[in-house]
């Protein structure tokens, strides 16, 4: 089969950029608006996406009012909303984002197994590692737990989770009214797992979903999280500026994934872009310059201060001067350093660089036509530095209006992408592998070893 981009929606519902919220075209209740939501899932899905992705914040702190800006101070629980935008939608998977440093593996496997089955095998989890001693300090703690210490309790984290998906085997519910055997217990299994960062039991109380488990989705591209991404991830969200960077990134994932003795096509890159798309590359171009206008003084700085993991303080700093050296970080290790090589190599004021990172947080941003951004995306993916794109508009629902109506025909007439949805599930559509209990994987196994 000839390999097609994938593509998520990344949609927040205030809207991607630091001033979405003072667009006119942006509804000012949007972060909390259902029926809004709603609008945009029906979208996503009609322009074949997918899926819909969130990330998510624990606090209004370094991830909340000050980096998203003021408008981004609330907003809903992603797997809550999941499961109420999977009743209005039919092949659209859902990408919810929860934090493996503030929750327990338990408590995971079981939101997200209920939303894979509520939504009828369309569930991704992005799993991620959280900074901030703002956020630290509504989970019992006065200061974020180190870098390495984060990523070591990821790993177990996640692969705890997975056991627990694999609690019951696919076919352990018989349900069978005149023997009244409901299931099968010897498929069903505990856990039993004692770690560094976890003791569980187990077994899970939720069934597996018709796609096996959910899709397991990391974004980090520190050294540790490369590691992490390689070992468990099905999906990649990652920020580059260039080609080369995104080349090189994809690569080094693809060497590792393999060397884990992972399928490398198993493993989807998908870089972030934020598309201004105008029938004319004058129009686009307007486009990008009404939005960066809205921006307002507090929220950049605060942009670049949440981005650099709370450690910049640009008090008594000239805006239109040079960016001070930033402090290192327990933080987002990986945003701060793209941070300063995006600052270095533009020769960016402070003022400019928040400006230029506004729109999607360091992700690579394109301002132009249908052909424009098609062009982008058709090179990084032929190229070896993306499978498919996480596009973040950058305010809604124009902008997500605009690439569906514009730019995703362009891709079609390409055949860069597909023209209807090949399956039910998220992993039917993205290509991925159903995923067998290691239950039923281990008895094949040894059937095809005698």
């Known amino acids: 089969m000839t ?73 809903f629980e992603p797997v809550t909303l999941f499961a109420a935008l999977s009743q209005v939608t039919t092949h659209l998977g859902f990408i ?72 019951f085997e696919d076919d352990a519910f018989v349900r069978d009214r005149d023997s009244g055997v409901f299931y099968d217990r010897d ?3 505990e856990t039993n797992h004692v770690g560094a960062h976890f003791k569980v039991r187990g ?57 884990k003795g992972r399928n490398p096509d198993h493993v989807l890159v998908m870089p972030g872009v934020a598309p201004f798309v ?5 129009e686009a171009q307007e486009k990008y310059d009404r939005l960066t206008s809205l921006i307002l003084e507090e929220d950049g700085v605060g942009l670049l201060n949440g981005l650099t993991g709370g450690t910049l303080d640009l008090k008594g700093f000239n805006l239109d001067g040079p960016l001070p050296p930033v402090p290192q970080t327990e933080g987002m290790k990986s945003r701060q350093a793209l941070l300063r090589q995006i600052a270095d190599e533009h ?24 052909a424009d951004i098609a062009d982008q995306l ?3 993916f032929e190229n070896e530095a993306a499978d498919g794109f996480n596009i973040l508009p950058p305010w809604l629902p124009t902008a997500l209006d605009d690439f569906v109506d514009l730019v995703i025909p362009e891709l ?9 949805y090949e399956g039910k599930t998220l992993r039917q559509n993205l290509g991925l592998p159903y995923a067998v209990d290691r239950w039923t994987a281990a008895r094949r196994a040894a059937v095809a070893a005698e």
């Open 378 to 380: 058709q090179a990084w």
């Open 412 to 420: 079609q007439r390409r055949g860069l992408f597909r023209t209807a």
């Open 278 to 282: 105008g029938r004319t590359r004058e």
């Open 96 to 167: 919810a984002t929860s934090s493996t440093t503030y929750e327990e593996p338990y408590t995971t496997a079981r939101k997200f197994a209920s939303l894979d089955l509520i939504s009828g095998g369309r569930a991704g989890w992005n799993v991620v590692t959280t900074t901030g001693d703002a956020t630290a300090q509504n989970f019992n703690l006065d200061v974020q737990l180190p870098h390495a210490t984060r990523y070591e309790r990821a790993s177990e984290h996640v692969e705890v989770v997975k056991k627990l998906w694999d609690s």
């Open 203 to 259: 077994p899970l109380n939720v069934a597996r979903s018709p796609q096996g488990h959910p899709v397991i989705v990391q974004a980090g591209q520190s050294e540790a999280g490369r590691d992490l991404a390689a070992e468990t991830a099905e999906v990649i969200f990652t920020a580059h500026q260039s080609i080369d960077t995104a080349q090189e990134f994809y690569r080094d994932i693809k060497r590792r994934a393999a060397a």
């Open 187 to 189: 498929k069903l299994h």
């Open 3 to 75: 390999r097609k981009i994938r593509l998520g929606a990344f949609l927040p519902g205030g809207g991607q950029h630091i001033a979405a919220w003072r667009h006119p075209d942006q509804p000012l209740d949007s972060a909390l608006n259902l029926e809004f939501h709603k609008e945009l899932a029906r979208t996503a899905e009609r322009g074949l996406f997918d899926a819909y992705f969130l990330a998510d914040g624990l606090s209004i702190g370094f991830t909340g009012s000050r980096e998203g800006g003021n408008a981004k101070a609330a907003g």
């Open 347 to 370: 020769n960016f004021t402070i003022r400019q660089l928040y400006q230029w990172v506004a729109t999607a947080r360091g992700h690579y941003t394109i301002v132009g036509t249908p």
